[in-house]
């Protein structure tokens, strides 16, 4: 009878290990599960950031632990990067309009050659450089005479790509009805510029017309940094800005005295981003400088001077970054 007693209970504690031996593998599975479903579907997810998904979101746990917190932020740095995807392919759309609207080639002139440089600190900016051919009266466009522009919008970004893009539509629009009067088509850029800001922003703008038959240019400045005139005799003459800068409503100043190119002479106008190029101790690069530049390198081929000037603010800069736009234009008379 106690054999028999014995056998029993061993049975049932055996029956009984079984059971809890099975639910407790049983709950350890579902709570595995429950554990490590949350961070295949996190690394499922980031799988797919990784691989250029950014539309990827995890659906809310409910679980009210740690796990609910990670998806929540998986979400939002999903959102994120996908805003800032968005918005860095409409800079670089933006970027190519810019350019695009920049001359890519200049008009060929017999007995001059011209010379550009552009540099932007951000994807776009708001320095811009042009040289087109007018109209005549009858409407052609031809190189008889050429409008030469250099201007800085006040600000760098996507703001001031989209004033300077207005500008260079309005200084066309005025140097077509204003063929041969610079300082008449900087008021009337100077007009529309105020009404549309009003004064809430503004332009610093070089213009210019080159008569190449005649070898003289009309200009005039507003607010720009001085443009310079090398002489192939050596010496360097400064064109100063003869009015305010553009966009402020102080409506003044005409088109400045005419200036005669002679063969070897050299026009260079820069935004100030060359200028104010700035070292490690704060100190500008300089208007004195630049000009040192022109004195000693002015006779140089332009795309040759194009890298000393260049090379000059970057290692002016030093470590630093560029902190602002930076542009020049360079014409020069080559023979009689």
Do not use: K
């Amino acid at each position: 009878l106690m054999d028999a007693t014995s056998g029993s209970i061993t049975i049932i504690a055996a029956s009984v290990f079984a059971v809890v031996m099975i639910l407790f593998l049983a709950v350890a599975a579902g709570l595995a599960t429950w554990l490590v479903r949350p961070v295949t579907a996190l690394a499922a997810g980031m799988e797919r950031v990784a691989s250029g998904d950014l539309s990827v979101r995890l659906p809310a746990l409910r679980r009210l632990d740690e796990f609910d917190a990670l998806a929540r932020r998986f979400n939002r740095m999903a959102a994120g990067l996908q805003e800032r995807e968005s918005m860095h392919r409409s800079l670089t759309l933006a970027s190519e309009v810019q350019r695009q609207l920049l001359p890519a080639r200049f008009p060929r002139v017999e007995g001059y050659e011209f010379c550009q440089a552009l540099e932007y600190c951000d994807q776009t900016g708001g320095d811009y450089l042009d040289c087109f051919a007018l109209r005549t009266p009858e409407g052609e466009r031809t190189p008889a005479r050429l409008g030469l522009a250099v201007g800085d919008v006040v600000g760098h970004g996507v703001a001031a790509a989209l004033l300077m893009t207005y500008t260079r539509a309005l200084l066309r629009t005025g140097a077509d009805r204003e063929r041969s009067d610079p300082g008449a088509v900087l008021r009337d850029v100077d007009a529309h510029l105020t009404l549309q800001t009003t004064g809430a922003a503004f332009v610093t703008l070089f213009y210019a017309v080159l008569d190449p038959e005649r070898h003289t240019l009309a200009w005039a400045s507003a607010g720009h940094d001085p443009g310079f005139v090398v002489r192939a005799s050596g010496g360097v003459e400064r064109l100063p800005s003869t009015r305010p800068p553009l966009g402020v409503g102080l409506d003044d100043g005409d088109t400045a005295a005419p200036v005669r190119l002679e063969p070897g002479d050299l026009l260079f106008v820069a935004t100030d981003g060359l200028a104010q190029s700035r070292d490690t101790d704060g100190r500008f690069l300089g208007l004195d400088r630049v000009e040192r530049l022109l004195r000693e390198h002015g006779t140089r081929p332009l795309p040759e001077l194009r890298d000393v000037v260049l090379r000059a603010a970057r290692e002016h800069r030093g470590t630093l970054p560029q902190e602002d736009d930076l542009a020049f234009l360079a014409v020069r008379r080559t023979h009689a």
